[in-house]
């Protein structure tokens, strides 16, 4: 299972949930925004319950996710990322947009369905970027990667919504008709 809990300034503990399944779950990143809400990312397998939305189902391996927790820890939304082929996807990292959007960033593995479209990588893990509106519905998502190990470990928005990622590769990494190569 996974846990979220918030300190105060001094330290004291405000509160403290728990959230997942009776299989693997893991909480890997966590923001805020300006209102205090909470932003969690990671991936669950088996049936999970992030009390905060529907509790997801998941018959194989880990898919992604994120859920959201206002400022009191009561929970607001919560969205699932992944395929059901028995691949494993991860949400790595989590960032707050400049009008209550969210983003997530990490790695999928050979498809992941999300924002209406099917994820393909090119090899191995992909790493992948979307963008959530305000009720944690996704609104786009961008697949990349090469035919090696490919994950987003980073994500950032700036004031504008522009979006920053960062994270690592073997071999090459293709973005559109962008691709670099390892050292």
Avoid at 55 to 70: E, G, L, M
Avoid at 96 to 112: I, L, Q, R, V
Wanted: with cysteine; charged share 15%; proline share 3%.
């Amino acid at each position: 299972d996974v846990y979220i809990a918030q300190f105060s300034t001094s330290g004291t503990l405000n509160w403290l949930k728990t959230a997942g399944g009776p299989q693997d779950d893991q909480a890997l990143c966590v923001a805020t925004n300006a209102a205090g809400d909470v932003l969690v990312g990671g991936n669950f397998s088996g049936p999970a319950d992030f009390s905060a939305g529907a509790p997801f189902t998941n018959a194989q391996n880990a898919d992604a996710y994120t859920a959201r927790y206002a400022r009191s820890g009561l929970g607001i939304a919560s969205t699932a990322m992944g395929s059901d082929a028995g691949y494993s996807d991860s949400v790595h990292a989590v960032a707050w947009g400049p009008s209550g959007e969210h983003f997530a960033a990490g790695a999928y593995e050979k498809t992941m369905a999300l924002a209406g479209r099917t994820l393909t990588s090119a090899g191995s893990d992909d790493a992948f970027v979307a963008k959530f509106d305000d009720q944690g519905q996704p609104v786009w998502a961008v697949g990349f990667g090469g035919t090696m190990w490919d994950s987003a470990d980073a994500v950032a928005v700036d004031s504008a919504g522009n979006v920053f990622v960062a994270g690592t590769y073997a071999n090459s990494l293709s973005i559109g008709a962008n691709t670099i190569t390892s050292n």
